[in-house]
């Protein structure tokens, strides 16, 4: 937990984790010491088609979970939904497939995450026609090396958006070797209380970003017309990089040592920007996508 510069609360706390329910290596109770001891304040426990529930463990805030997968085949898409803060099981079965999985979520009170899309090799056929995902994952630990591949699904958010719809971006650990795949990506959520109402309500108003560490603000300034990004120095930002739509425009990026502010001016043409930041340390920080303009 931090408080920012304008006394705002953010809250720490990993949504896709896997235990000895399903294929994790750590128990329940292992798994949720580990992030708790690495200073999350909530975490979902989300093992495959094994549902969790809403609780706490030691001051740490247990979100219910459960990881749905539907599809063997890339060429006919491949879904993993995740399932977060249900008040009850939402009666997910292998029939259903993903949209009426994310309708019984949503019914049950919970949100729904498409879970890494690039690692899944989806497509924009393969998403276009889903309704009601809360978030995807833009980033993925145990995707990422030295086990795995495809961590990062920004491009997916970006074509997504280019056709004008906007999925809220989540990084995830996904954890299930607790090796390189814990504790390391996780959400930063606005709320004046860590419980599973204000946190899922905060998910729901895009009041979160995705991060491995470093903090950060970003503003649309109507005014300067510009997309302005703020840092602490304290956190040793030395890239902050600007995506649009535009296929051609300059000071898409700012590279530095220490850097506590990126701005990029506007040129009309973008329907929307995003933010990427990354430490000295190669630690980056994913920004939700700020819609500029309807696409005319």
């Not at 190669?282 to 700020?290: N, P």
């Amino acid at each position: 937990m931090y408080t920012d510069e304008h006394g705002n609360t953010w809250w720490k706390g990993n949504l896709h984790t896997h235990t000895t329910r399903s294929d994790g290596r750590a128990t329940p109770e292992e798994c949720a010491a580990l992030y708790r001891s690495h200073g999350y304040d909530f975490l979902a426990l989300t093992d495959h088609w094994q549902v969790s529930e809403n609780g706490t463990s030691d001051g740490l805030l247990l979100l219910s979970g459960c990881e749905y997968d539907f599809g063997s085949r890339v060429k006919d898409g491949i879904y993993h939904i995740v399932a977060v803060g249900c008040l009850r099981d939402p009666g997910v079965v292998r029939a259903d497939g993903p949209q009426t999985a994310i309708d019984k979520i949503h019914a049950a009170g919970g949100l729904a995450d498409l879970a890494h899309p690039a690692w899944s090799m989806n497509t924009l056929a393969h998403l276009m026609p889903l309704a009601g995902v809360d978030y995807t994952e833009i980033f993925n630990s145990v995707s990422d090396l030295p086990a795995n591949c495809r961590p990062y699904s920004g491009m997916i958010v970006d074509l997504l958006a280019a056709q004008g719809i906007f999925w809220k971006s989540a990084a995830v650990d996904d954890t299930h070797w607790y090796r390189e795949d814990a504790c390391r990506a996780f959400i930063w959520v606005k709320a004046e209380t860590c419980t599973r109402e204000a946190i899922l309500a905060a998910i729901r108003a895009w009041d979160f970003y995705a991060s491995e560490g470093p903090h950060a603000e970003v503003a649309l300034d109507r005014e300067k017309n510009c997309v302005r990004v703020r840092c602490p120095a304290e956190d040793h930002i030395a890239s902050v990089v600007f995506f649009t739509d535009t296929a051609w425009t300059g000071r898409r990026s700012t590279v530095g040592t220490d850097l506590t502010e990126a701005v990029f001016p506007l040129t009309g043409r973008e329907t929307f920007v995003r933010a990427e930041l990354r430490d000295a340390e190669g630690r980056s920080a994913w920004m939700q996508t700020t819609r500029i303009k309807n696409d005319e």
